[in-house]
């Protein structure tokens, strides 16, 4: 099993920054992908960003140029630095972790972006 846990989320103007971060602690070793999804109110969840334990990453085009995403193996940690926020970014970011297999996903309780105009 692997725990996931985020923080940094909140209330920001359009034009500002937050920046998310996802501890994952268990079975640390089977994760291979780790990775933000969101779901804005009243939408399905969609995907914002993944990265590899090496480092290989994909994100959605909506946030290209905007959001960033990193990851410290060392601590087990994923980052999501967004730039630029706009309203449309308002959701509840979800942290994800999957494993070599891709069988098991594992996933944060989310934390809350409010983006106001």
């Known amino acids: 099993q692997v725990q996931l846990v985020e923080s940094g989320g909140g209330l920001v103007q359009a034009g500002g920054s937050l920046r998310l971060s996802c501890a994952a602690s268990?079975?640390?070793?089977?994760?291979?992908?780790m990775g933000w999804y969101r779901q804005p109110p009243g939408k399905q969840r969609e995907l914002v960003a993944t990265?590899?334990?090496?480092?290989?990453?994909d994100c959605a085009d909506s946030v290209k140029g905007r959001f960033t995403i990193s990851r410290d193996n060392a601590k087990n940690t994923v980052y999501l630095q967004m730039n630029s926020l706009k309203p449309e970014d308002t959701a509840v970011y979800i942290c994800n972790a999957q494993d070599f297999s891709k069988v098991f996903n594992y996933w944060g309780q989310g934390t809350q972006v409010t983006v106001s105009s």
């Open positions: 990265i590899t334990r090496l480092g290989s990453t």
């Open positions: 268990g079975s640390i070793v089977s994760i291979n992908a």
